[in-house]
């Protein structure tokens, strides 16, 4: 009845139906400041030419990140993505594939699938991985869920986890939006002055369900005291770890130094950033956390003639089982992103993982030796390891450091006082596979300039 009523007509039985008087009653709870209450600014209508030179117009204001000197990273590096893996992701095979409900016809994207997993497996020293969730963020609150779901029962320190300190704001605020309404405790580990987890801070979280930290972590340190954490914190505890898959061509797989859970982001295989996303998390465990991971799982089994075939073995979504028993509310994840890592990885094979890995470590290296140098630049944490990034003080406030070389055509690393407040001048540089050594001596020269000018106080 109401789809017979002109427009007028059907908004009043609407809103009458809903208890209300007038439109501005539907929208009550938005306050009045931001409320627009005008027509809304738009052009009149233009033909495809105008429409298309408009665009080109707009987006000409971007500067693309290869067109520029970059050494801002914090989480997402820039990076190169075989013209192969491009070619091979735009078959129609892969690209219009959603989730292969019907193996029979999915044979192929789910045999893809399936590598994937393996990949990953092998990469992380685990028994098991899915089929990936959002991002790095997504798979570490969905591991620290997880572990409750497989802990608690036995836990002292009930609907208790602990992550690092240094775990980035972003990242922490995912877990507590995933954490909340669950009566979930969060509490965070020390780290000591070199940036390495403070292993008597570590103690306290001993019976708790689950301790995430980061390797590298997010200053870029990597951290070779992670290999006591499981014996510290105990087998009911899941030891779970976020890693940058790139650099397990070099660093040891956390699954052979105790992880139960092994997430982060995989961007690196296979993805370019492209202005953030999309992404894709990675999620690899030991099999006791098998039936209490997110997403879901291909097998490989045999069919009844006796060949190979694949399916869906393990789908925990709400979408595939009752509602009060799923695992997660993870729906759409980013198989094709995911897919994209998996052709990267086979192309690169592990000796050209090897060799990426020790680009992103030559150039981290190079960066350091030739920063240091400058006067007025001291490096935190001088005497650690790193991996694609390092933290440098500055002899005064990181952004305006920042500023000016943004005004001198580098794009430079991250202002930390943005994580952490009281580092004002504290500033993270990150580099990798695409980082030349010609990029680093125009960041030195930039900085050496700023430097100089703050030292006898006159504007760069």
């Known amino acids: 009845m109401v789809d017979q009523l002109p427009n007028l007509g059907r908004e009043k039985v609407m809103l009458e139906t809903l208890g209300l008087e007038s439109m501005d009653d539907l929208f009550s709870d938005i306050p009045e400041s931001v409320r627009m209450n005008d027509e809304l600014p738009l052009p009149v209508p233009q033909t495809e030419e105008e429409i298309i030179a408009d665009a080109r117009r707009l987006l000409g204001a971007n500067v693309a990140l290869g067109d520029r000197v970059s050494f801002l990273g914090a989480g997402l590096n820039r990076n190169y993505v075989p013209a192969s893996v491009f070619q091979l992701v735009t078959r129609g095979e892969f690209l219009t594939s959603y989730t292969p409900y019907q193996p029979e016809v999915s044979q192929g994207m789910l045999q893809a699938m399936w590598e994937f997993q393996t990949l990953i497996s092998e990469l992380v020293g685990l028994e098991v991985s899915n089929l990936s969730v959002y991002d790095a963020s997504t798979a570490a609150a969905e591991a620290l869920t997880c572990s409750i779901r497989i802990h608690n029962k036995k836990a002292t320190q009930k609907d208790t986890v602990y992550i690092s300190e240094l775990v980035p704001p972003a990242r922490v605020s995912v877990i507590e939006n995933y954490s909340q309404g669950g009566g979930v405790v969060i509490k965070t580990i020390k780290h000591n002055e070199d940036g390495t987890l403070n292993l008597e801070s570590l103690a306290e979280a001993a019976g708790s369900c689950g301790v995430y930290v980061e390797q590298p972590n997010p200053l870029g340190i990597l951290d070779g005291g992670l290999s006591e954490v499981k014996e510290i914190i105990g087998q009911n505890t899941a030891f779970i770890v976020g890693v940058s898959p790139v650099s397990l061509g070099l660093v040891e797989a956390p699954g052979n130094y105790g992880a139960d859970i092994v997430v982060g982001e995989g961007q690196s295989l296979g993805s370019p950033i492209t202005y953030g996303g999309p992404l894709y998390g990675i999620f690899a465990c030991s099999k006791n956390y098998l039936r209490q991971m997110p997403g879901r799982i291909v097998g490989k089994s045999i069919d009844v003639d006796g060949n190979e075939a694949f399916c869906l073995t393990l789908s925990t979504r709400e979408q595939h089982i009752r509602r009060h028993r799923a695992t997660s509310n993870i729906c759409t994840n980013e198989t094709l992103i995911a897919l994209m ?120």
């Open 341 to 460: 890592g998996a052709m990267h990885m086979s192309l690169l094979g592990p000796e050209g993982l090897k060799l990426l890995a020790q680009r992103n470590m030559a150039a981290c290296q190079l960066a350091k030796e030739k920063i240091v140098k400058i006067p007025g630049i001291s490096l935190p944490h001088e005497s650690g390891y790193h991996y694609n990034e390092f933290a440098i003080e500055l002899p005064g406030s990181a952004s305006d450091c920042l500023e000016y070389l943004d005004s001198r055509g580098v794009i430079g690393g991250l202002d930390l006082s943005n994580w952490y407040p009281d580092k004002t001048n504290w500033m993270l540089v990150s580099v990798s596979d695409q980082t030349t050594s010609n990029d680093i001596e125009m960041l030195c020269a930039r900085i050496s300039i700023w430097c100089e000018s703050v030292t006898k106080g006159v504007k760069a």
